[in-house]
């Protein structure tokens, strides 16, 4: 989301885009697209929410290379508005906010290395594209990810970004959903990732809560692992309402006063699905 400066970088639009140059990519880049989508797709259809697959049909994202965005934007627009701009990488808070409430989701144009497959911090094409961009096509959801960028405009004026990222964090990013008494993957960060898409389902490590908006946004989050607490939506729908619905004014005033919570951290008012053992982080903190 979020890079240091607010000036863009040589190259780019003063709104921080830049052409996706489609063209430049090499075999290479195309061939390690259809690897990661390969892969992914092979494991997610019994995995993700049925939605995720069904964006994946309708807007024809497939294992034929990376997509170009002028004809992916073209098919996206005609379902529920929403058009994917390229951006040279992390772009400030008001930059992101500002195209997600006008429908344009920004996407990093590059694709990482081979070495890279397994894990990248930076989001590449492929976690924007293949993560992000087919549940832009599910109408209620495209709802809620314009609804996030304008509720994060006005999140600017209370300072309280760092509060809003965990809401994006660990729905859009991290989020599970229970459908027909599963839980289903379908946050990006988790579909992307074939490692993940097996840990946060199946490990007895990660605690499983049901979401709580005002929970979700006092707890800190992990960027360089596996997460160790996974929030649970009971619907797109519920989400968007919660979103729609709320007034976060009081809520950031009301969570200045309270204690943040670590990420793995389980009260005695959660729903729990599945309270984890932490035996990864646990292991991984020892080594």
Do not use: C
């Amino acid at each position: 989301m979020a890079a240091g400066t607010t000036a863009p970088p040589p190259g780019a639009a003063a709104d921080w885009s830049i052409p996706q140059d489609w063209s430049a990519y090499t075999p290479e880049q195309h061939a390690l697209w259809d690897a990661l989508y390969a892969r992914q797709v092979e494991m997610l259809p019994s995995r993700v929410t049925p939605a995720f697959m069904k964006g994946l049909e309708t807007l024809r994202l497939s294992r034929s290379g990376i997509p170009d965005f002028e004809e992916l934007s073209e098919r996206l627009q005609k379902l529920t508005g929403w058009s994917v701009v390229a951006v040279p990488g992390l772009v400030p808070d008001g930059v992101f906010f500002e195209h997600m409430a006008n429908r344009r989701f920004v996407a990093g144009s590059f694709i990482r290395t081979p070495e890279q497959m397994d894990y990248l911090q930076e989001p590449d094409v492929f976690h924007d594209v293949f993560g992000h961009v087919p549940l832009l096509a599910d109408p209620v959801f495209a709802d809620y990810m314009q609804a996030y960028g304008l509720g994060g405009l006005k999140a600017m004026k209370h300072d309280a970004i760092h509060q809003l990222s965990r809401l994006y964090w660990y729905t859009v990013e991290f989020g599970l959903i229970r459908e027909n008494d599963d839980l289903r993957l379908y946050g990006a960060g988790i579909v992307s990732s074939r490692s993940e898409s097996v840990f946060a389902l199946d490990d007895a490590s990660p605690n499983r809560i049901g979401f709580d908006m005002k929970r979700v946004m006092r707890t800190r989050y992990r960027i360089d692992d596996f997460q160790q607490t996974y929030f649970v939506i009971d619907s797109f729908d519920d989400l968007l309402k919660q979103t729609l619905d709320t007034d976060f004014a009081p809520i950031y005033a009301e969570l200045a006063d309270q204690d943040e919570l670590t990420p793995a951290d389980v009260l005695l008012t959660d729903r729990v699905h599945t309270r984890g053992t932490q035996a990864w982080a646990q292991n991984r903190s020892a080594a």
